[in-house]
């Protein structure tokens, strides 16, 4: 009985020196057990499914515990928390909204520096960051807003643009062929002015923020374009005057009609001239689907949304897609840099941008996301920088000194209705530019 025992004492013995470095290796798999990340967001258009189940995905993989929360006015919710120096971990809040918190914190240099988050593993798959994201989106003024190379705020969510068309009109089932340089773009609209076509519409001239964005990346790349938006004069003086000749030759063929129509109550009359073939390209964004689904029963025989980049300015130039994005960021006082960091790492992963679009939320800037979508149109919208598109992207930058009754975005995309009617030479309007431009660099270069 003895011997018995101590087979049975050593055999016990054995199995748990057997089995002690599997729950070492379950410990360091979960480094963040016992840790708490505390996330405040935007209640906003994809609402918060997504996150939910993201949450839910990282806490299941790190240990970590997400506190989270979501709210249509986040800013007036976290704006104490922030103000006595008890800002959430995590903020997804893009710039542009209405509070300005964003660029508040910008401003006071809140952020913390994500530039290594680049180079992290994605938690739960093999390749770097820096290896998913899709070209371009961490080399603009919405994610490095210091200009010093470095990464602030996370890409998140995005919606590229381009020109929509009718597939039905054009390769081999149809009569035209799609442009793939501005020439023949333009060679093109005077075939189908013979036609009776118009080559060119717009919703509104608001829209032309993403197609003039696009153009001027043709034009000169990101480089001329990061001073374009940093208000550089002399750039916009002598530099992009091919991008306002070029889209003043366009508006040569544009719809007769869109100027009248590019309202808040009659755009949708614009893009129904792609659905009936009265005219042939668009600029818009994905949404544009949806929005013009009830009018599906006015479109001309076996219409079908086609999506295509900008034709490049020269033969075997670059073509680009402007894309509009979301973006999140970390406090830079966290007291959990490296989980907030993991967290931000997490959300490029295969299993986040899979659980956002299952979840009705939006799509993550990685290289592959259009496998996951379902629907048709999404999958051929999403994978335009798949097939050799560049993606164009960010705005002005924000300035401290703004200037009573001057708008350079009006002066460059409002401005548009007056050249495709008549009332406003090319010339003249890139004058206008140059002079708003003008004043805004003139009122922030005080003391410099």
Do not use: C
Not at 92 to 102: C, D, H, K, R, V
């Amino acid at each position: 009985m003895k011997r018995t025992l101590s087979l049975v004492l050593a055999l016990v013995m054995m199995l748990g020196l057997v089995f002690t470095p599997s729950f070492s290796v379950a410990a360091e798999d979960k480094p963040f057990e016992g840790q708490t990340l505390r996330l405040a967001g935007l209640d906003g258009g994809y609402g918060t499914d997504g996150w939910k189940a993201v949450i839910k995905g990282f806490e299941d993989m790190t240990g970590a515990t997400v506190e989270a929360t979501f709210e249509k006015k986040i800013y007036d919710v976290i704006r104490p928390e922030i103000q006595a120096g008890n800002a959430p971990d995590i903020i997804y809040n893009s710039i542009g909204q209405e509070t300005g918190l964003t660029e508040t914190m910008i401003k006071e240099e809140m952020l913390l520096d994500l530039t290594d988050v680049l180079d992290m593993q994605v938690p739960g798959e093999e390749k770097a960051v820096k290896d998913k994201l899709i070209a371009g989106f961490t080399d603009t003024a919405m994610t490095n807003p210091y200009g010093d190379g470095k990464t602030y705020l996370a890409p998140l969510f995005y919606s590229p643009t381009g020109l929509f068309y009718n597939k039905a009109l054009f390769g081999k089932d149809g009569k035209y062929e799609l442009p793939a340089t501005m020439e023949d773009f333009l060679a093109l609209g005077e075939s189908a002015k013979e036609d009776g076509i118009a080559l060119f519409t717009y919703p509104t001239a608001g829209y032309m923020d993403s197609f003039i964005p696009s153009l001027l990346n043709e034009v000169g790349g990101p480089e001329l374009y990061s001073k374009l938006m940093s208000y550089d004069v002399d750039a916009w003086k002598e530099e992009v005057t091919p991008m306002f000749e070029t889209l003043g030759k366009i508006l040569t063929y544009i719809h007769p009609s869109t100027v009248a129509n590019a309202n808040g109550d009659a755009f949708t009359q614009n893009q129904l001239y792609i659905m009936t073939n009265e005219a042939l390209f668009m600029p818009n964004g994905t949404w544009v689907v949806d929005e013009m689904s009830d009018a599906k029963d006015q479109a001309a025989e076996g219409f079908e949304w086609g999506f295509m980049p900008l034709p490049s300015m020269e033969k075997d130039g670059d073509r680009y897609a402007f894309t509009f994005f979301e973006q999140a960021f970390v406090s830079k006082d966290t007291e959990v840099p490296e989980l907030a960091k993991t967290f931000i790492a997490y959300l490029y992963s295969d299993e986040a941008t899979k659980a956002f679009i299952e979840n009705k939320g939006g799509v993550q800037p990685i290289l592959g996301a259009e496998e996951f979508l379902k629907d048709e149109d999404q999958k051929l919208f999403y994978s335009i920088y798949e097939d050799g598109a560049k993606a164009a992207m960010g705005g002005f930058q924000s300035v401290e000194n703004s200037v009573e009754g001057v708008s350079v975005t009006d002066a460059l995309y409002q401005a548009v209705d007056s050249v495709a009617n008549g009332e406003l030479s090319v010339e003249d309007w890139q004058a206008g530019v140059v002079d708003a431009v003008q004043q805004i660099a003139d009122a922030n270069s005080e003391g410099e």
